[in-house]
C-alpha cells in the first residue's frame, strides 16, 4: 500500500473497490459515441473498459496522519446500505475497505477526524456500521466534520442517505457543523467547492512547501481533463460545477500540489498538467 510523504503529514489511500461500473453517456449529456471516441485510445484500459465500454471508478478514503491528528477523508459505500444504484453498492456486505484501512494501520478507535467532501452515498457509507440493528457511529473516537450547508440540505430532504450514515453521528454528538472555508489548523483546511452538490468542499493538505489537495466530486473522470465543460446530468447546479472544475484545474496545473482524486483509476493521486489545449493526470508511482 503506497505512503505518501507530504512534509511531516503522510497519506495513504484505502480503496473499497475498483470496477468499470458507468458508461459516459450515464454522467454526461455530451458524452455521445462519436464525442468519446477521439479519447478512447488516451482512456483505455487504465479509465476506460476496452470490453464495455465502462468508466473505471475506484469509490476510496483517504487516511492522513499530521502531527497532530489521525484523519479520514470521505468514507465510501459502507456494508448493508440500501442505495438505489449503482446495484454493485447495494446491501453490500463485503467489508474489505475497514480491513484495508486496518492494514495500513488504523482501527476506527484510532481515527480523530472524519471529513466529508460531500453527503453522498460513496463518500459517507462507512460513517456508520449496523449493530444489533442500529446504525453507530464507525469512529467512536472521531469529530465527523460535515460542512453546515451540505449537511441541512440532505436534513431537509430526511434523506435515506442521511438517516443512516449522519443523524446516528448527530445523535451520538460527535457532529461538528462547519462553514465551507473551515480550518482544523494550519495543516488542513476546506475550501467551497459547490455545484455537485449545495455544500461541496475540497480538503487541502500543508506541510511547510508540501501542499495536496482532495477534490471529491468537483471531478469524476480523465475524460473532464479533455472536456472540462462536461457536468454531469445529476448536478446541483450544472454551471457552478463547471465553473468550480475549471477553476479548480486552471489554479493547480503544472503546480506542485498533489492532488488526491475519489475517482480516478489507480493510484488514483498525480499532478494535473498540460495537455494540449486542456490537461492531463501525472500519476504518482504506485507499489
Known sequence: MTVLQLGAITVQRIVEHEIPVYAPADFFAEAT???????????????????????????????????????????????????????????????????????????????????????????????????????????????????????????KENHPIFIDNVQPIMEARQAVLVDLDYALDDEIWLEPAVGHTVGHVAVHLKSGQHRATMCGDLIHTPLQLAEPGWSPTFEYDIAASTHTRKTFLEAHCETDTLVLTSHFPSPSMGHIVTRGNNYDFRYVSSD
Request: glycine letters at 4%.
Open 33 to 155: 459515441a462519436a464525442a468519446v471516441e477521439p479519447y478512447r485510445a488516451w482512456l483505455e484500459p487504465k479509465a476506460l473498459c476496452p470490453r464495455t465500454g465502462l468508466m473505471i471508478m475506484p469509490v476510496v478514503s483517504y487516511l492522513v496522519r499530521t502531527r497532530h491528528h489521525c484523519i479520514l477523508i470521505d468514507t465510501c459505500v459502507g456494508c448493508h446500505k440500501t442505495y438505489a444504484e449503482p446495484p454493485q453498492w447495494h446491501q453490500r456486505g463485503n467489508a474489505v475497505w475497514l480491513s484495508n484501512l486496518q492494514a495500513a494501520g488504523a482501527h476506527p478507535e484510532d481515527i480523530d477526524y472524519v471529513f466529508c467532501t460531500h453527503l453522498h452515498s460513496d463518500h459517507c457509507g462507512w460513517n456508520t456500521q449496523l449493530v444489533d440493528g442500529r446504525w453507530l457511529p464507525t469512529f467512536p473516537n472521531a469529530k465527523y466534520v460535515f460542512a453546515r450547508d451540505e449537511y441541512q440540505a440532505l436534513e
